[in-house]
């Protein structure tokens, strides 16, 4: 069984930056399409971005964070990163990293597609 162990959340204040990082267990992270997603109280899961396989030529946002976040991907380390500007009270959730084995070259934005999930990290930004 694969682990996702997401870090870097907290409390900020609107405008303000935060950067999340997942570390992923063994050596088939390059072969995994990566994903993140959030979850605010009562609200369904969401997809916040997505980045493809290997050198991660594809990225999907969310149209409520585009311009504002960068997802991005790290081989060597293991590690997909969630680079957070300009954030608003909104983007308050639970911020959870997924990791997709569908073999295709696609920034995979199912949620149903992807198997492997972190434990979530609470991001909370003040207004």
């Known amino acids: 069984q694969e682990q996702l162990v997401e870090s870097g959340g907290g409390l900020v204040p609107a405008g303000g930056s935060l950067r999340l990082s997942c570390v992923a267990s063994?050596?088939?992270?390059?072969?995994?399409?990566m994903g993140w997603f959030r979850q605010a109280p009562g609200q369904e899961l969401q997809i916040v971005a997505a980045?493809?396989?290997?050198?991660?030529?594809?990225?999907y946002y969310a149209e409520s964070v585009k311009g504002r976040f960068t997802i991005s991907r790290d081989n060597v380390k293991n590690t997909v990163t969630l680079q957070m500007n300009r954030l608003k009270h909104e983007d308050t959730a639970v911020y959870y990293c997924?990791?997709?084995?569908?073999?295709?070259?696609?920034?995979?934005?199912?949620?149903?597609?992807?198997?492997?999930w972190g434990q979530g990290t609470q991001v909370t930004v003040s207004s």
């Open positions: 063994g050596d088939t992270f390059s072969s995994w399409s």
């Open positions: 980045i493809s396989w290997r050198s991660g030529s594809y990225t």
């Open positions: 997924a990791a997709s084995l569908a073999v295709v070259d696609v920034a995979v934005v199912l949620t149903s597609w992807y198997k492997y």
